[in-house]
């Protein structure tokens, strides 16, 4: 078992949480905003943005929807907007594809979630979605309706250097809603019901510069709602690790504070497939005195293995396999088991299926190549 400490030098980089930071930012620090899930950047070079849905549904399927302004690997390039669909059904074949379009068939609200890709849609207001997806004869439409309100890491980015010169920022606007999803392909129609979740990134920097790599999960666990994740930064940065852990039961947050959270990992091993060290079990504890919460995912599945550099083409993939680029992108599904216990005796304990995933940047880190040696 790895266990991460949070050890992080604030000099290199910080949770924007201060006075002044939501007053710069036009923040109201007791409430999110619509116009906060609308665009956030200007959309030209130095800056990247996207919109995420996902949803487990009631037969065991998996739905993952993102839209973006360019890939995020490349912000200093023009916009470039294109959808992402990827929906994996029990004993069937899974339906991926990306849905590009130029930069004049692209426009969003600074109002509110009200993106355009093409055809393609995703608008809201913080609480009821619409999202509207077509490609190659194929049209998906889902709507997320929410359970738990808004919530934002303190003002939304975590900022780098010491003078605040990046960020990466971050609004889980539905941590947690019903779903319900229709599927066209030609003539056949098919309709489902789940849970889900939205939330909106937008940088100014690539990501591979800030950050080395992340488990990022959601899912929910009985009344309970979780969203969690841990970072840990690149080099220049000191290799700091960030937890963000949420918890909410019927609605309530009862969990959210991260200085109380512990991260482990379990059966640790590389991936034949990518070469980065992923997890059989990531567990985040919550600590809180006589309150305990302990969140575990369970891998039981991994249902997106892929090299990042594999999405690079041309002049861009021979410099950056000259540069040792080697990132990769691995999304899982499985059990999500929520325990709880009061003075040390479990009073809850409860599971139900989840999506994460780990983002790798970088090359593994040294107290990965530690952890794993003594594994």
């Excluded at 093409?118 to 439409?141: K, M, P, Q, S």
């Amino acid at each position: 078992m790895t266990t991460l400490d949070n050890h992080t030098d604030t000099r290199l980089c910080r949770l924007a949480d201060q006075p002044e930071d939501y007053a710069r930012l036009g923040l109201d620090p007791q409430s999110v905003q619509p116009w906060e899930d609308g665009l956030r950047t200007d959309t030209g070079p130095g800056s990247y943005e996207w919109w995420y849905f996902d949803a487990h549904l009631d037969d065991g399927s998996s739905l993952v929807i993102m839209f973006y302004t360019k890939n995020p690997m490349r912000p200093d390039g023009p916009l470039e907007p294109y959808a992402t669909v990827q929906l994996e059904r029990p004993g069937a074949e899974p339906i991926v594809f990306e849905s590009h379009a130029s930069a004049a068939q692209f426009r969003a609200s600074r109002e509110c979630c009200d993106v355009h890709i093409g055809e393609n849609r995703f608008r809201g207001d913080l609480h009821e979605y619409e999202i509207h997806v077509v490609h190659a004869g194929v049209t998906i439409d889902a709507k997320l309706t929410g359970q738990v309100g808004p919530w934002r890491h303190g003002a939304g980015r975590v900022c780098f250097g010491e003078h605040d010169e990046h960020y990466f920022a971050w609004l889980p606007s539905v941590p947690q809603g019903v779903v319900s999803v229709e599927v066209n392909v030609g003539d056949q129609t098919e309709r489902f019901t789940g849970v889900g979740y939205h939330d909106h990134n937008w940088g100014d920097t690539p990501m591979p510069r800030l950050m080395n790599h992340w488990y990022w999960g959601r899912a929910q666990a009985g009344p309970y709602s979780i969203i969690s994740s841990y970072m840990t930064t690149e080099r220049r940065y000191g290799y700091a690790e960030m937890p963000t852990f949420l918890l909410s039961k019927d609605g309530r947050i009862v969990a959210d504070d991260d200085s109380k959270v512990s991260f482990y990992l379990e059966g640790e091993h590389t991936d034949e497939h990518s070469g980065k060290p992923i997890a059989d079990v990531v567990v985040y504890d919550y600590d809180d005195g006589r309150d305990r919460y302990r969140a575990s995912f369970h891998r039981e599945e991994t249902i997106l293995d892929r090299k990042l550099i594999d999405q690079i083409s041309g002049v861009k993939h021979v410099l950056a396999r000259l540069k040792r680029f080697d990132g990769a992108y691995l999304r899982f599904t499985g059990s999500v088991r929520l325990e709880h216990f009061v003075d040390g005796e479990k009073v809850e304990d409860v599971s139900d299926h989840g999506i994460w995933e780990l983002m790798y940047f970088g090359h593994t880190t040294p107290r990965d190549d530690e952890s794993r040696s003594h594994a």
